[in-house]
């Protein structure tokens, strides 16, 4: 269905964009979690959107970024970090 990955995304970014400061005072484990429930919110509007129109991919793959997403978030928060910091 066209339209739903913007959708998604748009509900992550503005929720993002709103608690970003509280986010990224957090330790980059807790940021971790925050990102894997990001994630799964994405997968889940795209996933719901995907039964509504009747096009479902019922494959255990689908959920696979959301743990990869997560775990390498530490390391991308900390080269992020590391650039923010040059001014």
Same mark, same amino acid.
Request: proline share 5%; aromatic share 12%; no cysteine.
């Given at each position: 269905?066209?339209?739903?990955? #913007?959708? #998604?995304?748009?509900?992550?970014?503005?929720?993002? %964009?709103?608690?970003?400061?509280?986010?990224? *005072?957090?330790? +980059?484990?807790?940021?971790? &979690? $925050? %990102? &894997?429930? #990001?994630?799964?919110? +994405?997968?889940?509007?795209?996933?719901?959107? /995907?039964?509504? *129109?009747? @096009?479902?991919?019922?494959?255990? =793959? =689908? !959920?696979? @970024?959301?743990?990869?997403? #997560?775990? $390498? !978030?530490?390391? $991308?928060?900390? &080269? &992020?970090?590391?650039? @923010? /910091? =040059?001014?």
């Amino acid at each position: 269905m066209l339209g739903q990955h #913007a959708l #998604a995304l748009s509900l992550v970014t503005y929720i993002g %964009m709103r608690e970003h400061q509280k986010i990224r *005072s957090k330790p +980059y484990f807790q940021q971790s &979690l $925050i %990102m &894997l429930g #990001a994630l799964f919110l +994405y997968e889940f509007v795209v996933f719901s959107i /995907d039964g509504w *129109s009747g @096009h479902p991919m019922t494959s255990p =793959r =689908r !959920w696979l @970024h959301i743990a990869t997403g #997560a775990a $390498i !978030w530490p390391l $991308i928060a900390a &080269l &992020l970090e590391r650039t @923010h /910091d =040059r001014r």
